[in-house]
């Protein structure tokens, strides 16, 4: 039997009990859940294996890639910009990045890339993984792609294009990378362990993601996936990645050293359940004095900006609803706390989120795919409600 380590607090005994029972079902190789409630450390959960080829443990201190998760870092660093006067979220991408504004992409606003309505999820360019790590050549290729639909009058989901869109952006309102500002903004004023751009000390503690175990309904969903070609690209960059990001061998391995020191602001963040949890209290109260969101940054976290049935070349559930960089309540398959919840989750079933009634930061975390009908964090998150009698 696999150990759990750590606890909950009294009155958030569920989310242990949840916890306990996705390691004791065999759904999880290594992972780790916290809470923090306000101020205060609530739940401190973490068990199994960091790397099933070594049998290393999973410790207090594992990191571990959070896939899209890193996103909703990104969108916290876009409105800590705004509230500083950085930014203009409704201004068009062109004030501040005058190259971008040409083939059909004139009227695209800064807000439309935060909420996947630009139109480019998917670039025709092959770029390779020395183009990643380069920066500036995904920048090109961004500003040389036209728009797959008219920008501002679709929506579907930007998994990879996204950190280059928005973070292009960030980088010419602030002078600084989104690796730079996670680390400024986000993690500094917490001492919380998150990177976009792991530095090599940190590497010995990162664990090794596993692919997910064959299921029927994962082999059909990738079948449908690799019908359409844009969907494919928009999952690889044109080949700078293999499919799920990890894939021995392969430079745009996240499972691999390189990857993961180079700054990929859309999947590539490495971080602990703790520091998600941490950073996401602190976006709606104050955690040790600091707190990173004003309110009209609340607020408009909280706004429904992409709902409803994606573009059709996508695919993707008909119940998405994005704010500007956040996953909000209502998805069917991803339920957060309440309607006052915002966050994302990750290809692993990873998952990080603040509920601005609850004063919660929650962060969940794995190195192990779960496939499409994977019920982990969703199982945490009821538990975390029925904690918080919500």
């Known amino acids: 039997m696999t150990t759990i380590h750590g606890f909950a607090d009294e009155g958030f005994g569920p989310v242990a009990d949840a916890f306990a029972a996705n390691v004791a079902g065999g759904a999880e190789l290594g992972a780790a859940c916290a809470v923090r409630h306000r101020d205060r450390l609530v739940v401190d959960l973490h068990a199994g294996l960091a790397d099933a080829r070594t049998g290393r443990a999973w410790t207090d201190g594992t990191l571990v890639v959070g896939y899209s998760v890193t996103k909703g870092l990104v969108a916290l660093c876009a409105q800590i910009a705004r509230a500083r006067g950085l930014l203009d979220l409704d201004a068009p991408v062109g004030e501040i990045r005058p190259e971008f504004a040409v083939k059909g992409k004139e009227n695209v606003r800064i807000r439309d890339l935060f909420s996947h309505r630009s139109g480019l999820m998917a670039l025709d360019a092959d770029l390779s993984f020395a183009d990643v790590a380069a920066w500036t050549p995904v920048v090109r290729a961004i500003e040389r792609q036209e728009p797959l639909w008219e920008p501002g009058t679709a929506f579907a989901y930007h998994p990879l294009t996204f950190g280059w869109l928005t973070g292009e952006v960030l980088r010419r309102a602030t002078g600084r990378t989104p690796g730079a500002l996670v680390a400024e903004w986000l993690a500094g004023p917490f001492g919380a362990d998150a990177w976009i751009g792991l530095p090599e000390e940190q590497e010995h503690r990162v664990a090794r993601i596993e692919p997910p175990e064959a299921d029927p309904r994962d082999t059909a969903w990738m079948e449908a996936a690799l019908a359409r070609p844009a969907v494919v690209r928009s999952m690889t ?154």
């Not at 709902?307 to 070349?313: K, V």
């Not at 559930?317 to 309440?338: E, K, N, V, W, Y």
């Open 237 to 390: 960059l044109g080949g700078a990645f293999p499919p799920l990001l990890i894939e021995d061998g392969h430079p745009g391995d996240l499972n691999a050293r390189a990857a993961r020191a180079v700054e990929i602001p859309a999947a590539g963040g490495v971080l602990s359940a703790k520091a998600l949890a941490t950073i996401y209290a602190a976006a709606v109260t104050e955690v040790g004095g600091h707190r990173l969101l004003d309110d009209a940054g609340v607020a408009d976290a909280l706004a429904v900006r992409s709902s409803g049935e994606s573009w059709p070349g996508a695919l993707a559930h008909p119940d998405m609803r994005f704010s500007t960089g956040f996953m909000l309540d209502g998805i069917a398959h991803r339920p957060l706390l309440s309607d006052a919840s915002f966050g994302h989750d990750g290809a692993t079933g990873s998952l990080g989120f603040a509920d601005a009634d609850a004063e919660v930061g929650f962060g969940y975390l794995n190195n192990r795919f779960g496939g499409i009908a994977d019920e982990r964090a969703n199982r945490l998150t009821a538990a975390l409600r029925r904690s918080l009698g919500s």
